[in-house]
């Protein structure tokens, strides 16, 4: 597979790469998958468009047209934390619209990467960890179901054992620093590999 475009959207998981960490290239996971797809194709088109604090409709409404627009083969979807933590939380909308993402995207015939989230237990007070994971279960039930439907590349950063270390987040306990920018990438290369047959050898 040799994309020409790819365009990530998302919240601040995508937008930015929270703190440093000593001896590891401070790097956003989608600037790390952009910079091993152009192995494949140095003239790859990369546009990242996530934003702090989006939610889920926040990403289809300002994000999405403008990624629709660029007509991209390759899509990365990461979001759905903002929609969890909202008091408004509400299981058939976010469906509902990531539902109508990915079927907009794979009618255009691009590569679909959809995401489960980071296990925040390790860094959640008692009180909020219990609500936060179930909701984050309904979440992931949902990007399972969809991701099968549309036939995605669905990353599953939920089970990766390494992301339920608490050294993965920032001090400010929200964001994930860059040693877990660094895993998500890694899992993405791994999941794009599994599901399109590139030589792993090359994205490592």
Request: one cysteine or more; proline letters at 5%.
């Amino acid at each position: 597979m040799r994309w020409k475009h790819f365009v990530a959207l998302g919240d601040s998981i995508t937008a930015s790469m929270g703190d440093s960490v000593p001896g590891i290239e401070s790097l956003r996971w989608a600037d790390r998958i952009a910079g091993a797809l152009r192995l494949f194709n140095p003239d790859l088109g990369y546009e990242n468009l996530a934003q702090h604090g989006h939610t889920t409709h926040d990403v289809y409404t300002q994000q999405y047209p403008k990624a629709e627009a660029l007509r991209p083969d390759l899509v990365s979807i990461l979001c759905g934390g903002n929609d969890v933590l909202s008091p408004h939380w509400s299981p058939s909308l976010y469906r509902d619209t990531l539902e109508t993402m990915f079927q907009a995207f794979k009618m255009q015939n691009a590569t679909v990467i959809s995401f489960t989230l980071l296990n925040p237990t390790s860094i959640l007070p008692t009180r909020l960890a219990a609500r936060t994971c179930a909701r984050l279960e309904e979440a992931h039930v949902i990007v399972r179901d969809l991701s099968a439907m549309y036939q995605c590349v669905c990353v599953d950063c939920w089970h990766l054992a390494s992301t339920h270390d608490p050294q993965i987040w920032s001090v400010d306990r929200k964001h994930p620093n860059a040693l877990a920018h660094q895993l998500i990438a890694a899992e993405v290369k791994r999941c794009l590999s599994q599901a399109t047959g590139l030589d792993p050898r090359l994205i490592a």
